[in-house]
């Protein structure tokens, strides 16, 4: 594969990116103010409270369910494709407005005793990063659109950027995989790559 120019990834990051690639590689065809957001290895759910200002932060969750990974989801968590998995779709909405589509997956046999099943609608961050042990793996990004399976997922999918961590604690391995809405870059005067 011939390198991109900056240009090109700038011009065509579709055409031009894998599926996902570490965000310092994907830095040339992101901008600054993306960057900010993109690649911070804090809570995002503590970023999005403070950038939404007044506007009130909540978790909708789309769908939480033990199912099949995709493909890609169990090679980033180093499990087979046929191993069941708890799976976990939400909305992070500021005034009920989405900004972030997130898709969670986890496998199934590592789950017991961590109390996510109850998460309900509380924040994923407030508990990740509640975990004394908590170790974040590499950061990707990705400009393709999420691949999500609950349809009120599916009717969010306008992306401006993807990224995606696995988060290990005490045994257990956690791909979280979050992207950010063309809503958000609206709210918040954000350029559109
Ligand atoms: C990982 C975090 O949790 C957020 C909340 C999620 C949830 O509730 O399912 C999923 C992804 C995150 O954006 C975070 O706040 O950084």
């Not at 990116?17 to 570490?22: D, G, I, Q, T, V």
């Not at 999005?48 to 890609?72: E, H, N, S, W, Y």
């Amino acid at each position: 594969m011939i390198a991109p120019t900056v240009r090109q990834a700038s011009l065509f990051p579709h055409l031009l990116f894998p599926h996902w690639l570490p965000v310092a590689a994907a830095r040339p065809a992101m901008s600054a103010s993306w960057w900010q957001w993109v690649a911070s290895t804090d809570s995002l759910t503590s970023r999005l409270t403070v950038a939404g200002g007044t506007k009130a932060f909540r978790v909708q969750l789309l769908r939480q369910t033990i199912g099949l990974p995709l493909r890609d989801e169990a090679l980033a968590l180093g499990i087979e494709p046929r191993r069941y998995a708890w799976l976990r779709e939400v909305a992070l909405c500021l005034d009920d407005m989405p900004w972030v589509v997130a898709r969670s997956v986890a496998p199934l046999s590592q789950l017991q005793g961590k109390g996510l099943e109850g998460l309900g609608e509380r924040s994923l961050g407030s508990w990740l990063f509640q975990q004394p042990d908590l170790v974040r793996g590499p950061l990707y990004a990705t400009c393709h659109q999420p691949r999500f399976v609950a349809e009120q997922s599916a009717s969010l999918l306008d992306s401006v950027w993807g990224r995606r961590s696995v988060f290990q604690h005490s045994g257990l391995s956690l791909l979280v995989q979050e992207y950010f809405l063309s809503t958000m870059a609206d709210d918040l005067g954000l350029p559109s790559r």
